[in-house]
């Protein structure tokens, strides 16, 4: 289990370093901010959207690397998937780091690196950020995202 564990540690330790879909999409149809007061993680996400369908995402921001990690898995998983299928990645994710028994751990894919986070409960925070943010991009909610 350990050699699970460490090629865990070492993912999020790459997508951390070098993120994947960062940087700003000058295209986005939509943006939306988030802010985690506890460790000052700072996540802009930028999202193309066409027919409830996810073209093309982005973020920026700076942070852990659990918080940009997770940020950088989550663009991955998410392009190509309808709003909907983004929407239940959400639900799925949150559930795996909070601890809680996944129903299908199949739909989270790479996702599942984050299954140790649930262990540290600050940690938790940095992992949902971007997440949150997407959730409220998705709902359209127009208030600050922040994991307080």
């Given at each position: ?42 996540i802009s996400l930028y ?76 940690r938790v925070k940095c ?22």
């Amino acid at each position: 289990m350990s050699e699970l564990r460490e090629l865990y540690q070492e993912m999020i330790l790459d997508h951390g370093r070098h993120p994947r879909n960062f940087g700003v999409l000058p295209h986005a149809n939509y943006h939306k901010e988030g802010f985690n007061p506890l460790c000052g993680d700072k996540i802009s996400l930028y999202l193309c959207e066409k027919a409830g369908v996810v073209e093309d995402v982005g973020f920026d921001g700076c942070g852990c690397a659990i918080s940009m990690a997770s940020a950088s898995l989550m663009t991955e998983a998410i392009k190509g998937k309808t709003t909907q299928e983004a929407a239940r990645l959400f639900t799925d994710f949150h559930v795996l780091v909070t601890g809680l028994p996944v129903e299908d751990m199949t739909r989270l894919g790479k996702l599942v690196v984050f299954s140790g986070v649930a262990a540290y409960p600050v940690r938790v925070k940095c992992a949902i950020l971007a997440w949150h943010v997407l959730q409220a991009l998705l709902k359209n909610d127009a208030a600050t995202v922040s994991t307080e």
